[in-house]
């Protein structure tokens, strides 16, 4: 166990959300570890193996599973720095004719890449809730899958280099965009642009209230050489992230005042009355369902070539916390 006398130096980089800022800005510091924390956008930690630049850092979901079934040197702490309604970023035309999945059958389905964890989620949803097989949609990229990745066999792919998905929706030249992130065009409010459930927060609400299911997209990882030699690391880091969020969450309950959102108070009682007092919960115990579903669908679509257990997936000392 390492002495008290000295802290061990660690970098770590994550992305700002509320609930890791505390752990940014240092108002919470891992026990016996000199953290020094740097952060950067979401999509960053989806783009590269983080675990070879920093000693821990949040990491796609669906990187860390195939980095581990590879045996690349990482492992995982059952942390989730990032969950997403998955539902809710699926868009479509205004004047398309789709309002449900099912009419997306054939259709032209625009993505930045196959293999993003979005689209292992959304693939694996339309399949076993609404009986859609990715092989009846025909999908559009834009960015080459890198990663090491091949498009399972039987998948229309067609590659377009060089093009924003923004354009090819309100071209028409793709009929429905699964997005990581919320479109320029949606955000800004382009008439042009919709979502493609009509009520998309009753759509995610019912899959929540059927499954209990609410997607995890990130996790966080350490380089496993550093785990192997002071796995103590890793505990410290899981403790230290449960309490960032534990002081973000009892500020917006302990008055929401402090959130600058004109129905705060509405949103938070809704928040627990729909999704239970922690849906944001950490820990492999309480994720359980949660990863075996993910892992299941990344297996089903050709990711990696074995199921693991969930217990290899993350540090074993960790797995109990």
């Given at each position: 166990m390492q002495s008290d006398k000295r802290l061990f130096p660690l970098t770590l980089a994550v992305a700002e959300y509320d609930r890791t800022r505390p752990l940014?800005?240092?108002?919470?510091?891992?026990?016996?570890?000199?953290?020094?924390?740097?952060?950067?956008?979401?999509?960053?930690?989806?783009?590269?193996?983080?675990?070879?630049?920093?000693?821990?850092?949040?990491?796609?979901?669906?990187?860390?599973?195939?980095?581990?079934?590879?045996?690349?040197?990482?492992?995982?702490?059952?942390?989730?720095?990032?969950?997403?309604?998955?539902?809710?970023?699926?868009?479509c035309r205004t004047d398309a004719p789709?309002?449900?999945?099912?009419?997306?059958?054939?259709?032209?389905?625009g993505t930045r890449r196959y293999?993003?964890?979005?689209?292992?989620?959304?693939?694996?949803?339309?399949?076993?809730?609404?009986?859609?097989?990715?092989?009846?949609?025909?999908?559009?990229?834009t960015y080459e899958e890198g990663d090491g990745f091949s498009v399972p066999p039987g998948i229309s792919v067609t590659y377009r280099p060089d093009t924003g998905m923004e354009e090819l929706l309100l071209n028409g030249e793709i009929d429905c965009l699964f997005s990581p992130?919320?479109?320029?065009?949606?955000?800004?409010?382009?008439?042009?642009i919709r979502r493609l459930f009509p009520n998309c927060k009753s759509e995610f609400e019912n899959y929540f209230k059927k499954t209990g299911i609410f997607p995890i997209t990130h996790t966080i990882v350490m380089n496993k050489t550093l785990w192997e030699k002071e796995p103590w690391v890793a505990e410290r880091l899981f403790i230290a992230f449960k309490e960032a969020q534990r002081q973000c969450e009892e500020f917006y309950y302990a008055d929401p005042k402090h959130?600058?959102?004109?129905?705060?108070?509405?949103?938070?009682?809704?928040?627990?009355?729909?999704?239970?007092?922690d849906p944001?919960?950490?820990?492999?115990?309480?994720?359980?369902?949660?990863?075996?579903?993910?892992?299941?669908?990344t297996y089903e679509q050709g990711y990696i070539d074995r199921v693991p257990a969930l217990e290899e997936l993350f540090a074993h000392n960790t797995l109990s916390l």
């Open positions: 940014l800005d240092g108002r919470v510091q891992p026990k016996g570890i000199a953290l020094t924390s740097q952060t950067a956008s979401i999509p960053e930690f989806c783009l590269r193996p983080v675990y070879e630049e920093y000693d821990a850092a949040e990491m796609s979901i669906s990187w860390y599973v195939m980095a581990h079934c590879r045996q690349e040197p990482v492992i995982a702490i059952p942390i989730f720095p990032l969950r997403m309604p998955i539902h809710a970023y699926v868009f789709f309002t449900q999945p099912n009419d997306l059958v054939g259709r032209r389905i293999r993003s964890t979005i689209n292992f989620w959304l693939r694996g949803i339309l399949l076993d809730h609404y009986g859609i097989d990715p092989k009846e949609l025909s999908w559009v990229t992130v919320l479109p320029e065009a949606y955000r800004r409010g382009d008439p042009n959130l600058t959102l004109s129905r705060a108070i509405f949103t938070l009682e809704e928040e627990r009355e729909t999704f239970g007092p944001w919960a950490n820990g492999l115990d309480s994720n359980r369902h949660v990863l075996e579903t993910f892992v299941r669908y």
